[in-house]
């Protein structure tokens, strides 16, 4: 059985990552939500001093400052909590972003379940849905530092706003270092005959770790990664749910609208095939350890394992 190796969290990969990537491009600029200690943009803030905006918490003037720095040339990068830039400023994004389909990039930090001890009002496991519904968005959840690393140059490059997950754990390492991100691309993780599994952002290595546990019970899992949920990689999608025949979406976010519903809502109009949605069942989350979290709402690995492998009995 493979078990895959630790690593960062993501959050720290983005902040050495954007650090090193303004080191060759001078449009890039960084605001903050005073979060910066939590999202590490302090980096980038040391390194950079002069191209650091500290905004305070008044994200909605943060967004409209981004969305007027972009018209000037420059690749703003917002950072804060999800559930600040998504929900608070949703206002601003809709009309000053992404009518005009602004090149901003929006660090959506702190997103899912695993938030800390910051309490309920800051667990955001609803952003993906809110987010994917807004035109001209792109969204792209990684899950580990490597893809991290590899998806941040890659949306630099891209002219357009763009939604940027990142958790706040640190999340074991799925791709080797030659692995390269391809905006509005799936990913084959592990090749299987029984039942597809399409996950996105960190769940997919507790999606990987159930696919191991079940192959020795005799399961083949066909594990997709999606890390682009907007623009969705129909081709892939159609093709991993044609090669088994059965589907089951797993993410650390509401089945109201996200992963799942974007693989739903592909597969109803190009290849109708049975599946299962895994992820938070329409609820609000709590405080408390990681572990104990996951287990509670049905996304720990082992209820990841439990999951697909009733689906698979009850096919």
């Known amino acids: 059985m493979t078990t895959l190796a630790k690593g960062k969290a993501l959050r720290l990969a983005f902040g050495e990552t954007i650090t090193e990537l303004a080191e060759t491009d001078q449009r890039l600029v960084v605001l903050d939500g005073d979060t910066g200690s939590s999202t590490f943009t302090s980096i980038f803030e040391a390194e950079h001093p002069d191209r650091f905006f500290q905004m305070g918490i008044t994200e909605q003037n943060m967004l409209g400052m981004a969305a007027g720095m972009a018209t000037l040339g420059l690749v703003p990068i917002?950072?804060?909590?999800?559930?600040?830039?998504?929900?608070?400023?949703?206002?601003?994004?809709?009309?000053l972003i992404a009518q005009p389909k602004a090149n901003v990039k929006m660090m959506g930090g702190y997103a899912g379940l695993l938030?800390?001890?910051?309490?309920k009002t800051h667990l955001m496991f609803d952003d993906i849905s809110i987010m994917r519904a807004m035109a001209n968005m792109t969204v792209v959840a990684p899950v580990d530092e490597v893809e991290t690393r590899s998806a941040l140059a890659a949306i630099m490059e891209y002219d357009g706003p763009v939604y940027f997950r990142l958790n706040r754990p640190d999340t074991p390492i799925v791709f080797d270092d030659d692995y390269q991100f391809?905006?509005?691309?799936?990913?084959?993780?592990?090749?299987?005959?029984?039942?597809?599994?399409?996950?996105?952002?960190?769940?997919?290595?507790?999606?990987?770790?159930?696919?191991?546990?079940?192959?020795?019970?005799?399961?083949?899992?066909?594990?997709?990664?999606?890390?682009?949920?907007?623009?969705?990689?129909?081709?892939t999608v159609v093709a991993a749910a044609k090669k088994t025949g059965l589907v089951v979406t797993s993410e650390e976010h509401t089945v109201v609208g996200g992963l799942g519903g974007a693989i739903a809502e592909a597969l109803a109009m190009n290849a109708p095939t049975p599946m299962v949605l895994h992820g938070l069942q329409d609820v609000f989350g709590e405080s408390g350890p990681d572990g104990p979290l996951l287990d509670k709402y049905g996304i720990?690995?082992?209820?990841t394992a439990a999951a697909i492998k009733g689906a698979v009995e009850n096919q």
């Open 78 to 95: 917002v950072s804060t909590f999800s559930c600040f830039i998504v929900s608070r400023a949703h206002d601003s994004i809709r009309v």
């Open 115 to 119: 938030a800390g001890m910051t309490g």
């Open 182 to 235: 391809v905006l509005g691309k799936a990913v084959v993780v592990r090749e299987g005959s029984d039942v597809t599994v399409f996950s996105t952002g960190t769940q997919t290595s507790r999606a990987f770790e159930a696919a191991e546990v079940l192959a020795l019970e005799g399961i083949d899992v066909h594990l997709v990664h999606v890390p682009t949920v907007k623009p969705l990689d129909v081709d």
């Open 300 to 303: 720990s690995a082992g209820k």
